[in-house]
Structure formats: C-alpha cells, structure tokens
C-alpha cells in the first residue's frame, strides 16, 4: 500500500502522452468505423425489426382475441334469436294446426251433413223412380194376367170395364 | 454422511486455525534475523518517499510500476522481452507505439473479430429465428445497452447516439478484460486513453446539444435559466461544469482500473516483501484471487459506468429543459 501511494506521488500515473492520445483517437475512431459498419448496423436493425415483429404479434394477438369475443357474442346473439325463433315457429306452428284441425273437423261435418242430405235426396229420387217402374212393371203384368185370364174366361166387355176400373184404381192410389 | 463431512470440514478448519498462527510464528521466527533488517525498509522508504529504499522494496515498487505505466517493452517473464519500434517525432509529437497502443490495436482485433462473426450471424438470420451462442451473449450485452442505457437516458433520438455507446461500452470492456490476462497491460488504466474517450464523449455531447437546442438555445442554456444579473456567476460555472463531467469520467475509469491492479499486485508483493510462503498461501493469494473477481466485475462496472454517464450527460445536453421557463418568459414578454 505504501508503495502504491509512493508511485502516484511520483506523477508518472498522470503524466500526459500526447502520442498515446492519438493512438487511442484513431484507434478508437476506426473500430467505430468498422463496428458501425459490421455489426451496429445488422444487430441493431435485427433487434428493431425483432421488436416490431413482437408488437405487431402482440397487437395481432390483440386483435384476434377481440375479434373472436365479437364473434362469440354475435354468436350468442344469433344463438338466442334462433332459439326464440324456433320457439315462435314452433309455436305458430301449434296454434296453427290447432286452427286447422278445428277448420277441418267443421268442414267435415259440414260435408257429412251435406252428404247425408243429398243421400237422402237421393234414396227419395230412387225410391220415386223405383216406384214408378214397379207401377209401370204391375200394370203390365197385371194387364198380361188379365189377358191371361180374359182370353180363357171373359169377353171383351168385361175386359174392357175391368182393366178400365183396374187403371182407375191405380191412378187414384198413385196420386 | 453430509454430517460426517461437515464435522470433518469443521475439525479441519480448526486445525488450520491453530496451526496457522503457529506456522506465522515458526516462519518469522526462522526467518527472523533477515525480517528485522527487511521490516523497518517500508517505514525508511516511506518516511525518505524511496530515495534511500531497501532494495527489496525497490524492485516491488519498480515492477509495480512497470506493470502500471506505460512503455515500449512487453515483457514475457520468464521467456523474454519484446522491445515496441521507435517512431521519430512527428510534428514534434512522439507517436511510437508503447505497449497500451498494442493493447489497443488487440482490443480492437478482438472487438472487430467478434463482431464480425456476430454481425455476419446476424445478417445471415430471419427475424423470426433467435440467436445462439456469442451472438446471444453480445446480444445481451448491446440490448442492454440500448434499452437500460442509451433509451432511458437519452430518450427520443436515442438511435443517432447508439454506434458510439456501444462501440465506447465494447473497447472499454474489452481493454478492462485484457488488462486482466497474464503479460497484458491494460490500456484504460492510462489517463491518456480514459482523457482521450471522455474527449470524444464531451464532443458528441457537446454536438448533440448543438443539433438539438441550436446557437441561441445553446447559449441559453449557459445561463440555467437565471435571471441575467446572475450571468457574470452561472455562465462560468456552466461552462466549467461542461469541462467538469469528461474530466469526473477520465479520472473514474483511469483511478478504478489503476488501483485494482495496484492493489492485486501489492498483496502478491506483500509475500515478497515479507519472505514468507505462509503469508503467500493464507493472505496474498486468496486476497488477490478475491480482488481478481472483483476486477472482473469491476471492468464490466465500469465500462457501464462510462457508458452510462455518457448517456446521461447526452440526455442531459438534448433534453428540452426550462422549456417551461421559456414559454413563461415568452408569456411575460
């Protein structure tokens, strides 16, 4: 220790060097030179373009998660209106079969009633009509029995007043 | 069994606890009749400032010095010496190169060497892949320089000023690094090289200042703002102030690099000058091996240290300080 004190006394330390100061300039300036030239250059444009790229990941990521939530929610959102959709259509659905059943089982009704109605008209047509050919049908069967007999028993008087009376007869009881 | 080691360990320690002061005292005791002539030398050099030194004495304050100061000899004990070129002056300056030029020129090769490579790492990479091995290393090293130092002091701009801090961070580290090697001399524990990087810092902060505040600001910031009757007082201590910090950042790097290696080789010359190897073995090696890590610590301190005061003295040049002050003058007007 006494020895180091001795040598800063002595003034050697600080004794100025004019030739190691221009050394040390020209030194100092040319490896800043080449420094700048190969390494500051592509390292710092490597860690500038490393950063960027960090933020704009980052930021994308960002992003995405945002757009992603708004995807969810207009999700949720659609999810809902269809759900209260379906529940309307389903419901439309009911009140309108509903509705339907009740039209159809009137309309049936209505149709059984009128298809009854016009049955009976016509069973009253047929029935008419069937009389008629059973009046037409009796009369001349009744006029061939009458020949039958008439040619075996009666004359033509006779013939005459009984086939008039029978057509008498069946005209009063048709009308 | 950790037990039985650690017990072991302890019973070690003991024995060599008493059996230190013991050998101490053998030592001095065989050694006695050349101690008592070699004791008293220090006291006789200290007290005659090394007119009349004991020889001994002498030679440890010579190597010691010779390891320090700068010359044109590199020595290789114990294989030989190489003895630097003389220049003849040029414009009456001695520019022959002494062995901290030397240093200077490996430092630079080593610097351009490995960055080189680095450099070419990273031209030859996409942004997407990550650096390996020495170019991760330096990576480290310059990312800090530029976030922790150069961003955060400087502020906006800071880009323009980048080159010359690292570059300044690097060749400082490195010469503190090289110093540190067997037979190397380390260049920033000369005043000449610290005067000559603080020089180029008090530049690039003086032309920073001019770039951002002009002729006109610049000169207002001579005066701090005061009010003029206290110009004839501000205006000199700014401008000592501008001479004050190179002067505060030469001085820092030179005295830490300095006495660390002072004080290494002091406590190796302790052994010598007391002629002992217990005094070897228990005190100048484990003290100097500790004051080694420390250097180590210290080379990569300082270099921050002058990097990061040159930021700030930067920052301090370009920022729009009193900005205020000025708009409130302008609104007083």
């Given amino acids: ?175 | 069994m950790k037990r039985l080691n650690v017990k072991r360990v302890k019973a070690f320690l003991k024995v060599i606890a008493i059996l230190v002061p013991l050998a101490l005292n053998v030592d001095s005791l065989v050694a006695a009749p050349h101690d008592v002539a070699a004791v008293p030398a220090p006291a006789v050099e200290a007290v005659q400032g090394g007119v009349q030194a004991a020889p001994e004495e002498e030679k440890a304050g010579d190597v010691i010095m010779h390891h320090i100061l700068d010359n044109n000899v590199f020595v290789f004990d114990p294989f030989g010496e190489i003895h630097l070129p003389k220049i003849p002056l040029v414009a009456g300056i001695d520019i022959s190169i002494t062995k901290h030029v030397v240093m200077l020129w490996l430092v630079s090769a080593a610097l351009v060497i490995v960055f080189s490579v680095v450099g070419g790492k990273y031209k030859n990479m996409s942004a997407r892949q990550a650096p390996r091995g020495l170019a991760n290393a330096m990576e480290a090293l310059v990312e800090f320089i530029r976030l922790d130092v150069a961003k955060s002091n400087i502020g906006h701009g800071y880009e323009k000023h980048l080159p010359y801090l690292l570059t300044v961070f690097f060749f400082i580290l490195f010469c503190n690094l090289l110093g540190l090697i067997p037979y190397g001399a380390t260049a920033t524990g000369n005043v000449n090289v610290t005067l000559t990087l603080s020089i180029f810092t008090f530049f690039v902060t003086q032309i920073a200042a001019f770039r951002a505040h002009g002729v006109k600001g610049y000169l207002q910031h001579l005066t701090a703002g005061t009010h003029w009757s206290l110009w004839i007082i501000m205006v000199p201590i700014e401008i000592i102030g501008q001479f004050t910090k190179p002067f505060a950042l030469t001085v820092r790097l030179f005295a830490n690099m300095t006495a660390g290696h002072i004080i290494i080789l002091s406590l190796i010359f302790i052994s010598f000058i007391l002629k002992s190897y217990i005094v070897a073995i228990a005190v100048s090696v484990p003290f100097a091996i500790f004051i080694y890590l420390l250097e180590l610590f210290v080379a990569f301190l300082q270099a921050f240290v002058f990097t990061m005061l040159s930021a700030l003295f930067i920052g301090l040049a370009t920022a729009h300080e009193g900005h205020d002050e000025h708009q409130a003058e302008a609104a007083h007007h």
């Fill in chain 1, 1 to 175: 220790m006494l020895t180091s004190g001795i040598i800063l006394l002595a003034g050697s330390l600080l004794s100025p060097n004019p030739g190691l100061i221009f050394w040390t300039a020209v030194t100092f300036v040319i490896v800043l030179l080449i420094l700048k030239k190969i390494a500051w250059g592509p390292i710092l444009g490597a860690l500038e373009e490393r950063e960027k790229g960090i933020q704009s990941s980052i930021d994308r990521a960002h992003k995405a998660k945002d757009e992603s939530e708004a995807i969810l929610r207009k999700n949720k959102e659609l999810l809902a209106k269809a759900d209260a959709e379906s529940d309307r259509i389903i419901r439309e659905g009911r009140d309108y079969a509903e509705k339907l059943r009740a039209d159809f089982t009137d309309k049936a009704q209505a149709e059984a009633k009128k298809m009854i109605a016009s049955a009976k008209d016509e069973i009253e047509q047929e029935k008419r009509r069937a009389l008629d050919v059973l009046r037409n049908e009796v009369a001349d069967l009744a006029v061939k029995g009458a020949e039958k007999i008439i040619k075996t028993a009666l004359d033509a008087d006779m013939q005459k007043k009984i086939v008039d009376s029978m057509i008498q007869d069946l005209s009063t009881k048709r009308n």
